[in-house]
T-cell receptor, first 114, second 113 residues
Framework: GAGVSQSPSNKVTEKGKDVELRCDPI?????LYWYRQRLGQGLEFLIY????????KSGLPSDRFSAERTGESVSTLTIQRTQQEDSAVYLC????????????FGPGTRLTVT | AQSVTQLGSHVSVSEGALVLLRCNYS??????LFWYVQYPNQGLQLLLK??????LVKGINGFEAEFKKSETSFHLTKPSAHMSDAAEYFC???????????FGPGTSLSVIP
């Protein structure tokens, strides 16, 4: 595909349920980022994958959050036992390893926890 | 730890007036600096970037930013605001090209006709 894609575009879930969010980066991009954007706020860094290096998980807000990436392809962000404060738009971005600053963002997944 | 501050969560300018959005960073080393723009109901896109070359960086849509190490600033400017410039603007910093990007809180720009 031409750009970063994310699915689902919208997700409504009940408090306490687990959710999985998917990101398909641009082909050939070795770096992949997850961010959270709460309503009216800035981007909050969650996790960063760079090639085969250990991911930088320093932004994950709690142990209910985890992310995986298979090689240099798709990534999934999992939120267990969702809480209302998890409601936000979750953004994924990817970039080439040697131009890691040129991030290309996906459209985001809007998560609503009721 | 790196951080980015943006003075003014909301800025209003008249159409045709100068746009100035402020960004200050804290970093232990000369960083990479960026401005991203998020138009209403759209994704983020890169506006411009500083990567230790020229200190005055020109971006898309007539925007430019100047890296001032002595002031640890990277303010975004545009000589004449257009209605289509209304958007959310995010300043971001990166220590190396293989590091994570840290975003500022954003500044919402409104353009008054």
């Amino acid at each position: 595909g031409a750009g970063v894609s994310q699915s689902p575009s919208n997700k409504v879930t009940e408090k306490g349920k687990d959710v999985e969010l998917r990101c398909d980066p641009i082909s050939g991009h070795t770096a992949l980022y997850w961010y959270r954007q709460r309503l009216g706020q800035g981007l909050e860094f969650l996790i960063y994958f760079q090639g085969n290096s250990a991911p930088d998980k320093s932004g994950l807000p709690s142990d209910r959050f985890s992310a995986e990436r298979t090689g240099e392809s798709v990534s999934t962000l999992t939120i267990q036992r969702t809480q209302q404060e998890d409601s936000a738009v979750y953004l994924c971005a990817s970039s080439r390893g040697d131009h890691a600053y040129e991030q290309y963002f996906g459209p985001g997944t809007r998560l609503t926890v009721t | 730890a790196q951080s980015v501050t943006q003075l003014g969560s909301h800025v209003s300018v008249s159409e045709g007036a100068l746009v100035l959005l402020r960004c200050n960073y804290s970093s232990s080393v000369p960083p990479y600096l960026f401005w991203y723009v998020q138009y209403p109901n759209q994704g983020l896109q890169l506006l411009l970037k500083y990567t230790s070359a020229a200190t005055l960086v020109k971006g898309i849509n007539g925007f430019e930013a100047e890296f001032k190490k002595s002031e640890t600033s990277f303010h975004l400017t545009k000589p004449s605001a257009h209605m289509s410039d209304a958007a959310e603007y995010f300043c971001a910093v990166m220590k190396t090209s293989y590091d994570k990007v840290i975003f500022g809180p954003g500044t919402s720009l409104s353009v008054i006709p």
